[in-house]
């Protein structure tokens, strides 16, 4: 059983989707909730297990964290930049119970699938973090029948821009922002632009 307190401490500093502790190397005669109480205060090596760093985010946070914790030092286990990837790596190394997936990059659809499986740690008791600060909806989403699985640390939270010079004011409603088009069609410009990559 590895979980750890310190990776706690890791999951907090890497601010790195959310991030849950694995409950790893459990027998099959004890409850997910035994093994996580078990191993909360053992302290060794962490492996954390992510999509693709596309932005070289994670390596400068794992560096700064393994110089100050050397006994305790991160690898990065640096998963695909494709996302049903990412899920399908995770569950097959869940269902083997490999002892080598500490901490995890978890993406939010996720959360509840792999708790009721018993495959993330509650962050309860001596393993819960202070969601006090943190924007509601995002530990929503951490969170699998009132318990907390999850530690939140980036949104995906949209925005929408508009031209103060063309719009004067900006739309609230996705209809609004249709009858602004016109406005942008006038100016010769595109009307929106997104994101609509499929994965």
Same mark, same amino acid.
């Given at each position: 059983?590895?979980?750890?307190?310190?990776?706690?401490?890791?999951?907090?500093? #890497? /601010?790195?989707?959310?991030? /849950?502790?694995?409950?790893?190397?459990?027998?099959? /005669?004890?409850?997910?909730?035994?093994?996580?109480?078990s191993g909360q205060d053992s302290r060794g090596p962490i492996t954390y297990v992510q999509g693709k760093d596309n932005s070289n985010v994670v390596r400068p946070l794992i560096a700064k964290w393994?110089?100050?914790?050397?006994?305790?030092?991160?690898?990065?286990k640096e998963q695909s930049d494709q996302a049903d990837q990412q899920h399908d790596d995770l569950v097959q190394h869940?269902? #083997?119970?490999?002892?080598?997936?500490?901490?995890?990059?978890?993406?939010?659809?996720?959360t509840a699938e792999f708790a009721a499986k018993g495959w993330l740690t509650p962050l309860t008791g001596s393993m819960k973090i202070d969601t006090s600060k943190l924007l509601p909806a995002?530990?929503?989403t951490a969170t699998y029948n009132d318990t907390l699985y999850a530690a939140p640390q980036t949104s995906d939270?949209?925005?929408?821009?508009?031209?103060?010079?063309?719009v004067k004011t900006p739309?609230?409603?996705?209809?609004?922002?249709?009858?602004?088009?016109?406005?942008?069609?006038?100016? /010769?410009?595109?009307?929106y632009a997104g994101q609509f990559a499929k994965y």
């Open positions: 059983m590895k979980t750890t307190r310190a990776r706690v401490r890791f999951a907090s500093v #890497a /601010g790195v989707a959310v991030i /849950g502790l694995v409950l790893t190397g459990c027998s099959s /005669g004890s409850s997910a909730s035994d093994d996580a109480k393994n110089k100050a914790h050397p006994d305790e030092k991160v690898t990065f869940f269902q #083997a119970k490999d002892a080598n997936y500490d901490v995890v990059d978890v993406d939010v659809v996720w995002t530990v929503k939270g949209a925005l929408l821009y508009y031209r103060k010079d063309l739309p609230t409603t996705w209809a609004d922002m249709m009858k602004d088009c016109d406005i942008a069609k006038q100016a /010769g410009i595109g009307c």
